[in-house]
């Protein structure tokens, strides 16, 4: 049952996303009705206010059950394990979808603003080419350097360690999907060292200085600019982006803070040894 889990939750994401498409090209169509002649016709002034209520409506419906489906699987993962880094689940689908209405944002209004759309375009793909470089060395570094587990581990989930780095180029945290241990099974827990776990918190550090924080200085520019014809998807966009930033600057944080203490421990565990095996010597 638990094996079919993550298929059921790949389909309900690729069909949540896709839905967000389709709204989004009701919305081009929707612009392009709003600047042609007929328009000046009360009949269709209001068909087209109706039509944009409906995509404010059903996107936030649309929200509303994607998050209740994570939180779901969120309570799953967390019963089945609750060592898990279970808050991929929530963080990952979160993240996806903040990158994909950022790519519909720059292909619908990006023109819009024209000060704005070189900017849009700069850091939608910059971003992208630096973390999915940075997360190919992570992992064939560690397939070179790494442990007997993680090579084996990296054959039989090959294909999923490189989906994993693709889609890590909206994201670097879309790599600790890989060692997340949820839903226990193996092919997410992936023995990483704690180099290579390093190296992806501060990837995700960059990742929110050179994507998360321009963009969105950008939506707000944006929303200042347009002011009464502010559409579905710069909405969402600034909704997603001000629910991911705080919280990944905080989480990040933290974690930074919690690796720095490991080196410390680590020394204080082979002091304790070194002094264990002194008394031994003394002893004998």
Request: hydrophobic share 45%; proline share 4%; glycine share 4%.
């Amino acid at each position: 049952m638990y094996s079919k889990s993550p298929k059921i939750f790949n389909f309900l994401l690729l069909s949540f996303l896709l839905c967000f498409i389709q709204i989004s090209l009701c919305e081009v169509e929707s612009n392009d009705k709003r600047f042609s002649p007929s328009s000046h016709n009360n009949i269709e002034k209001r068909a087209l206010s109706a039509g944009v209520v409906f995509q404010y409506t059903f996107g936030g419906i649309a929200l509303g059950l994607f998050g209740l489906f994570l939180l779901l699987c969120f309570g799953i993962s967390f019963c089945l394990n609750r060592k898990a880094m279970s808050g991929v689940i929530l963080s990952i689908p979160w993240t996806l979808l903040d990158f994909i209405l950022d790519a519909l944002f720059v292909k619908n209004q990006g023109k819009d603003v024209p000060s704005l759309y070189v900017p849009s375009i700069i850091f939608l793909i910059g971003p992208v080419i630096v973390n999915i470089v940075l997360s190919l060395m992570i992992i064939i570094n560690e397939k070179k350097k790494g442990s007997t587990e993680f090579r084996r581990w990296f054959y039989d989930n090959s294909s999923f360690a490189a989906t994993a780095a693709v889609l890590a180029g909206a994201d670097m945290s879309t790599l600790k999907l890989l060692y997340s241990e949820i839903f226990r099974m193996k092919k997410f827990n992936a023995p990483f060292s704690d180099d290579s776990k390093t190296m992806i918190l501060w990837g995700c550090v960059i990742s929110s200085i050179i994507a998360d924080i321009p963009q969105f200085v950008i939506q707000i520019l944006y929303k200042r600019e347009v002011e009464g014809d502010y559409t579905l998807i710069p909405f969402l966009k600034l909704i997603t982006i001000s629910v991911k930033l705080p919280i990944a600057i905080i989480g990040r944080v933290f974690e930074a803070l919690k690796d720095r203490r490991k080196p410390d421990k680590r020394r204080n565990n082979d002091n304790d040894n070194n002094n264990d095996n002194n008394n031994n010597d003394v002893e004998k």
